[in-house]
């Protein structure tokens, strides 16, 4: 379900006349200084139009299940459209801790999200130095304080993030949305010596960030999630046609229609119209727009560890992807170097997004190899060479937060299965085609890891007679003749015959993997490509009749060259499977997340 907004509007000295003339504001004034479109706060009370009455908003939210990310919890937030027809205020927003103290309520941190500019228009976003607080307050008296700060010319999709602390002003001639944690507090340090300027000097100086601030003007017009943080999310999403939206169970949205006109089930709604919307919504949505979407998420951390990087993420409840980091492995150098590595990689997660070092209480691993998931100890791990080694306490101690460690192919299947369209299956087998083989079984969905937790070590099912060794030590296992070790030994083996004028069509630069491009040109290419499907299909059919999953999914970085013979597998699979086509059909599908799907069932890991 969905909810049209009624806004509450204000008029100040520097208010304009976009938001009544390009934003569809229906007043009778003849100029505003912003729209208020959600907040809580008594003294400026919006309402939302229901099928039979409009009731306030703070009303709504009292009465309705707001989403499971919001259970127990205040909600904080306060989003306003902007229309600065002359200079705003200088102003600063005090932190948590520093409001909580002398306001008993939370600072702010904002999202500005620039919707109209006019020419050589501007913000004014920290200080250009350092300086002190003397300097700064002479400059404030003195009328020179604007020369003190960044002055940041603007383009219409530019989005920046102002945290407390950090002086701001916003400029003549912008129109911007305005997302911030609560009921606005600021206090105003300059006002361009209007008559009888309302302001907080002493608190303002009280809290300023003194130091010079780094503007971040390399904006990505194609981000989808522009701010996340402990308090709000804001996404947006750009329409050109017709959309199916969904809404996560997680928390309600609210949804502004920036640009363009969009019709929603047959309702239509134009440029500055905004709307609630229920948790776990289903909307169809028409036209050519743009929409920002502001909702309360929750959070995931997690880091896959591999054989050379460690890739880490911060993922969102929708699937998003919040932040990401990256940092060598370095196993060869042992325990010690892995944990440290890690710690610089959660660390990399913390730093590249807007949460406090703090928030974050659990944080999931991936790792290769057997795993006690209980005890958090890595028992064995051949490709890193670590043996009953507790990552989870020594990773745990240096960060003081709880790490939750399990198999690398566990959290692939449990990202795949977790954060994609794959949780409509009950049962899903993921299989990891990569340096090693791995395995992940979702089952009555949830992750089934068996009495010792290696259940799913599909890599080293002994499959087929071979003389090659495996990197657990013994031979013929799956992993040993899909591996990439064993696809670049065979490859160079096959360059190596001049009779296959492979050495003529991959060279010493490129992947073995190239020796799949080649299979409908070369006959030894397409000889190779063969024998390496039947023996995939050895380890396919063996996971359909152990398992009789609803789907097995394809995963790891081979996948994405073998993913064009899927149709041809899947018919196969199915034909040599125990039963054969008198049994349940099983789908065979690609990855969707690819190889970040580890790193994402890491994160999951701590919420699952």
């Known amino acids: 379900m969905f909810y049209k907004i009624k806004p509450t509007f204000n008029q100040s000295i520097w208010a304009g006349t976009k938001l009544k003339y390009r934003y569809h504001k229906g007043t009778e004034l003849e100029s505003l200084s912003d729209s208020i479109e959600f907040s809580l706060d008594d003294s400026s009370m919006p309402s939302v ?18 989403g499971k990310n919001l259970e127990n919890k205040d909600v904080n937030l306060f989003v306003r459209i ?11 927003s005090p932190s948590d801790e520093y409001a909580i103290i002398h306001h008993n309520k939370l600072g702010d941190n904002k999202l500005w999200y620039i919707l109209d500019t006019d020419e050589d228009a501007c913000i004014y976003l920290g200080f250009n130095n350092d300086y002190t607080r003397e300097q700064i307050e002479e400059a404030i008296k003195d009328g020179s304080i604007l020369n003190c700060l960044n002055k940041v010319q603007v383009r219409v999709g530019d989005y920046y993030k102002v945290p407390s602390g ?54 990505d017009r194609k981000a989808k999630v522009l701010y996340a943080g402990k308090y709000f999310e804001v996404i947006k999403y750009n329409i050109f046609d017709k959309y199916n939206l969904r809404f996560n169970e997680g928390s309600f949205s609210l949804v502004t229609i920036t640009r363009g006109q969009l019709s929603i089930d047959t309702v239509e709604f134009k440029r500055g119209d905004s709307f ?68 610089e990689c959660f660390l990399g997660l913390i730093k590249n997004s807007n949460f406090p070092r703090n928030y974050f ?46 198999n690398d192919a566990n959290c692939a299947a449990l990202g795949e299965y977790y954060y994609t369209d794959k949780r409509k299956y009950h049962d899903m087998f993921l299989v990891t085609l990569g340096t090693g083989v791995g395995g992940g079984a979702i089952i009555d969905g949830k992750l089934f890891k068996g009495g010792q937790g290696s259940i799913s070590e599909v890599g080293h099912m ?25 696809l670049k030994l065979d490859v160079d083996q096959l360059r190596a015959n001049p009779e296959t004028h492979l050495a ?37 059919v063996n996971i359909c009749n152990l398992f009789q999953p609803e789907v097995i999914v394809i995963g790891g970085g081979v996948s994405y060259v073998i993913s064009k013979y899927i149709p041809l597998l899947e018919r196969k699979m199915n034909a040599y499977k125990y039963s054969g086509f008198d049994a349940p059909k099983v789908r065979l599908v690609h990855a969707t997340l690819g190889n970040e799907a580890g790193a994402y069932g890491a994160a999951a890991l701590t919420k699952y």
């Not at 139009?49 to 707001?66: F, H, M, P």
């Open 276 to 343: 609630l919307v229920d948790p776990s919504s289903y909307l169809h949505l028409e036209g050519k727009g743009e929409l920002l979407i502001t909702r309360f998420a929750d959070y995931g951390i997690g880091l896959d560890v591999g054989g050379t990087s460690i890739k880490g993420a911060i993922i969102d409840d929708a699937a998003n992807k919040i932040a990401e980091c990256k940092t060598p492995t370095e196993s060869e150098l042992g325990e010690a170097v892995i944990v440290g590595h890690m710690k």
């Open 49 to 66: 139009q229901g099928d039979e009455k409009t009731v306030l908003l703070k009303d709504y939210i009292k009465s309705n299940k707001l």
């Open 504 to 540: 003529e069509l991959i060279s010493d630069d490129d992947k073995p993997l190239k020796i799949f491009q080649l299979d409908e040109t070369n006959e030894a290419a397409k000889e190779y490509v063969k024998k390496y499907q039947n023996n995939l299909l050895l380890g396919l």
């Open 166 to 219: 950090i002086i701001y002003a916003i400029g003549k001639g912008i129109t911007l949305y305005e997302v911030s944690q609560g009921v606005d507090t600021s206090y105003r340090l300059y006002d361009y010596d209007r008559l009888d300027p309302l302001l907080n000097l002493e608190e303002g100086l009280n809290v300023l960030n003194y130091n010079q601030y780094v503007v971040n003007t390399d904006i």
């Open 361 to 406: 209480t659990k944080l999931g691993v991936g790792f290769p190899g057997h795993i006690d998931t209980v005890n958090g100890i890595v028992k064995f791990s051949n490709n890193l060479g670590l043996t009953n080694s507790p990552i989870a306490e020594l990773l745990g101690k240096e960060l003081g937060i709880e790490v939750i460690i399990d």
């Open 462 to 486: 002994k499959v087929k007679s071979d003389s090659f060794k495996c990197t657990c030590g013994q031979y013929g296992c799956f992993e040993a003749l899909l591996s990439l070790k064993r």
């Open 82 to 92: 902007i229309d600065a027809g002359e200079n705003m205020p200088v102003e600063v």
